[in-house]
């Protein structure tokens, strides 16, 4: 029971990760809380499924392409909305609820566009692969293993590619990256593209996992991307991938039957804010963030 | 277009405008004064609603004790969420609150046995008997009805919510004018300079949270009492952003924006209602429903575009960053 619950929770973290990776790295170059990433989530899980489905591409092929409607999506946004509120050097508050307004209107139109039936994905929901004690269904080991793969290249474009140590430059601190020589408007562009195409794959391998998923289905995951994008410290792009691990395994744990009986499953995104207040109260900055220095 | 007519309707859209206004009236003192980013404030209005009908089905309480401690205990759970929350960075502290709310929600529609789980408060009582606990409340209306004369329960309700939401708006606008409101600008204005000048900055940000939570909770039971019936999902967090775009369509920082905020918001939502001309009017009701909040959507990015200040909001004294 113990190695099920891990690899649940290893399925249900790396998902988290992924999204939490697109929120934080948003916020930490642009101090923009996407409130509306969960419906981005949506938008790249449907897309994928409209190719998927009705259309009857492969999950693989279905996956980039939801992906791809994602970061296009996310770039149009940055011209015609986060651009202009830029140029008008809207702070915090303005983004965020802009950002919920965005939130709204994107969850209605997937709504009218897609109604609010369940869809699910064309996979076989009932093949079950069997390594050791640890079954798992055929949806979960192809997010297992996709997200390790994603995770990794993830970590690598980050620490190597000239790209991804611009970005975590820019993160790090603007004033200092742009006056170093960085394009700060085209690293931002790359910025969204890149947390469009997560939350295109974070989105399908959500929707994999819960094997049945509706337009409203990308705002309930927010709120464990939030809480990892706290955990690991707003803007640090490690910490958030790290954050999603532990939330996503501690939140599968904590119904372990041995531990005291277990949590009942409904509150798992209960237990994810509980491990996030004790932490903060810890550590306010969050696990890999800085301390404030005035 | 009969409803367009009807005077029951539009006391209805006046009755709900007067419940946002006390619930937006909280926000408006812990952002627009405070500078706090609550983003849960629709946990509170729960809590006080949950806390009002609890009492009154399972303990037979009276409602005029029943709703006091419904609205003290939204007071004290925003007082309890503030301890820990208040020590974050304010960007935190928006995330923390609104997790906060769905919390709330979570364990509202799964502890059944507390309140009702999803089927509301109609399951509050013992299995197959429908509780209500608004039947004190029934009677307070159709008194008040009898002695101004009027003529219908909406109407009635129109004048007491709003009476109700006069009294706390010049409470409010009373409170921000003494030196106490003084400081909340100035923690609003710079946390640091007002800590320097010896003032208890987390006291002073915790009042305002218990206060501001108290109004929610106030809100709470009024809702309670217009709907006869509620449930969890009557506390998504979308509540939480009407009230936050009241607060900025009228104007931050000034406490008679907020009804203003919350009239326009009442016609701009009713009034979307009426959007059947073509080629709207081949939409089915409930894809209606989706256009609604679409231009709900799309007028909060248009005023955080456009007017941030808000109708009301005075441009140099507090606008939206």
């Known amino acids: 029971m113990f190695w099920q619950l891990v690899a649940n929770g290893l399925v249900t973290g790396s998902v988290i990760a992924i999204a939490a990776v697109g929120v934080s790295l948003v916020y930490g170059i642009l101090r923009l809380v996407n409130f509306a990433y969960g419906d981005f989530m949506a938008f790249g899980a449907l897309a994928a499924y409209a190719f998927n489905g009705p259309l009857g591409l492969g999950m693989i092929p279905a996956t980039l392409l939801g992906m791809l409607a994602t970061a296009v999506l996310s770039l149009v946004l940055d011209l015609v909305l986060w651009r202009p509120l830029r140029a008008r050097r809207a702070g915090f508050m303005s983004l965020f609820l802009a950002s919920i307004g965005l939130a709204l209107v994107l969850r209605q139109v997937l709504l009218l566009a897609y109604g609010p039936q369940p869809q699910a994905y064309n996979v076989n929901q009932y093949k079950v692969y069997v390594i050791g004690s640890v079954r798992l269904s055929e949806p979960q080991l192809i997010t297992i293993l996709g997200a390790a793969a994603a995770i990794g290249a993830i970590g690598v474009f980050l620490s190597r590619s000239t790209v991804g140590r611009t970005m975590r430059a820019l993160a790090d601190d603007r004033s200092l990256a742009a006056i170093a020589g960085i394009d700060v408007g085209r690293v931002i562009t790359y910025t969204w593209l890149l947390s469009g195409l997560l939350a295109g794959l974070a989105g399908v391998f959500a929707g994999l996992v819960q094997s049945s998923f509706d337009p409203n289905f990308g705002f309930q995951l927010l709120l464990p991307v939030f809480a990892a994008v706290v955990l690991g410290g707003i803007g640090s792009a490690y910490g958030a991938l790290a954050g999603g691990l532990v939330l996503g395994l501690a ?14 499953p409904v509150y798992k995104p209960v237990v994810a804010f509980a491990i996030l207040a004790a932490a903060l109260m810890v550590r306010p900055q969050g696990l890999f963030g800085r301390a404030r220095v005035v | 277009m009969s409803v367009l007519a009807s005077g029951s309707f539009w006391a209805f859209v006046g009755v709900v405008a007067g419940i946002y206004t006390i619930l937006a009236l909280g926000l408006q003192l812990q952002f627009g004064f405070t500078g706090l980013l609550n983003f849960g404030q629709v946990a509170f209005m729960a809590i006080g609603a949950y806390g009002m009908a609890i009492l009154v089905v399972k303990e037979h309480w009276s409602t005029w004790l029943a709703a006091p401690l419904g609205v003290l205990a939204a007071g ?20 923390v609150t609104i997790a906060f709310s769905e919390i709330v929600r979570y364990v509202a529609t799964n502890e059944d046995s507390l309140t009702g789980g999803s089927q509301g408060t109609i399951a509050l009582g013992n299995v197959g008997v429908a509780a209500q606990y608004n039947g004190e409340w029934v009677r307070f209306q159709a008194t008040v009805q009898r002695w101004l004369g009027l003529s219908s329960k909406d109407v009635t309700m129109l004048v ?11 409470l409010v606008w009373l409170a921000v004018r003494t030196p106490w409101g003084r400081v909340l600008r100035a923690i609003r204005e710079d946390e640091d300079a007002a800590a320097s000048l010896g003032k208890n900055v987390l006291a002073y940000k915790l009042q305002v949270l218990a206060i501001g939570s108290a109004l929610a909770g106030i809100a709470g039971c009024f809702y309670a009492w217009q709907f006869y019936y509620f449930s969890p999902d009557d506390f998504q967090p979308l509540l939480t952003f009407f009230a936050w775009m009241i607060v900025i369509l009228g104007g931050l920082g000034r406490v008679w924006a907020v009804p203003v905020g919350a009239v326009v918001f009442g016609f701009l939502f009713a009034g979307t209602r009426f959007l059947d001309f073509p080629p709207l009017s081949y939409l089915s009701g409930a894809d209606r429903a989706y256009v609604r909040l679409i231009v709900i959507g799309l007028v909060i990015i248009g005023l955080v575009l456009v007017r941030p200040q808000g109708i009301l909001g005075k441009r140099d004294e507090m606008v939206l960053e």
């Open chain 2, 160 to 170: 007491i919510v709003w009476a109700a939401a006069i009294v706390l708006l010049v």
């Open chain 2, 76 to 95: 004290a759970a925003g007082l309890l969420l503030g301890l820990p929350a208040l020590r974050l960075r304010s960007d935190y502290f928006a995330i």
């Open chain 1, 251 to 264: 939140m599968e744990l904590s119904t372990w039957q041995s531990l005291f009986g277990g949590v009942n």
